[in-house]
């Protein structure tokens, strides 16, 4: 990926070096509860990618994604802040959506340390996009906090999608939680080819990228695309 700088009016709302790429994020905002009784960020209300005040130029690495037929299973995005991978995921969200994929977007931060909350937020986005089952089921889980039987839940409606879905995680590399590993390679390695994972992170993404790459045709990219 090409390193991009980030236009100073934008950069001055970042909050963290994590998220320095973000570009938009604003300062934290209150929480409020979703349908499972968990935690949704008020500046998550749109459900999708960060809007930006300059146009997006293509670069090798949206080429190398968005040119793949048939499109990854799963593609990562790993690079130091300030190396254009919000932007990039941005502008892939954008082609899928177009090309009619059901579109999931999270960006983490720094409250986000553990599975518990991505599985809440993740809820949250599956009900804004009208998946079905998800607000009785969630609802029902809120009352049993077992993070396991909502990770099963959440896999199962994921993994039977009725259209093509594609999960995007930005600033993956906020959650620290060893439970993800395994929530990742039980997304990546079911097998459902209707359902695509697309992550962003400062940090390597805990998953077995090579065996991803022989499985399911997973794209690695690194600051050299």
Not at 162 to 179: E, H, S
Request: with cysteine.
């Amino acid at each position: 990926m090409s390193k991009m700088r980030v236009p100073p009016h934008l950069a001055t709302h970042v909050t963290s070096p994590e998220d320095r790429d973000a570009a938009r994020k604003p300062s934290p905002t209150p929480a409020c509860a979703d349908a499972a009784g968990g935690v949704v960020h008020a500046s998550d209300a749109a459900f999708g990618p960060p809007r930006f005040g300059f146009a997006t130029v293509p670069t090798r690495a949206i080429s190398m994604a968005l040119q793949m037929d048939p499109f990854p299973r799963l593609v990562t995005a790993c690079a130091p802040p300030g190396y254009g991978k919000t932007v990039m995921l941005s502008a892939v969200y954008d082609e899928l959506t177009a090309r009619g994929y059901t579109c999931l977007w999270l960006t983490l931060d720094d409250r986000d340390s553990d599975l518990s909350t991505l599985l809440h937020r993740l809820c949250a986005s599956m009900v804004h996009a009208g998946i079905e089952g998800v607000p009785e089921i969630a609802a029902a889980g809120a009352r049993f906090p077992d993070r396991g039987a909502l990770a099963d839940v959440v896999l199962a409606l994921l993994a039977n999608p009725r259209t093509a879905t594609a999960l995007f995680i930005d600033n993956l590399g906020f959650c620290r939680d060893p439970a993800l590993e395994s929530f990742l390679q039980r997304l990546v390695f079911h097998p459902q080819p209707q359902l695509h994972l697309l992550l962003s992170s400062t940090r390597d993404v805990p998953l077995d990228l090579a065996r991803a790459k022989l499985e399911v045709g997973a794209l690695e990219l690194r600051p050299a695309h």
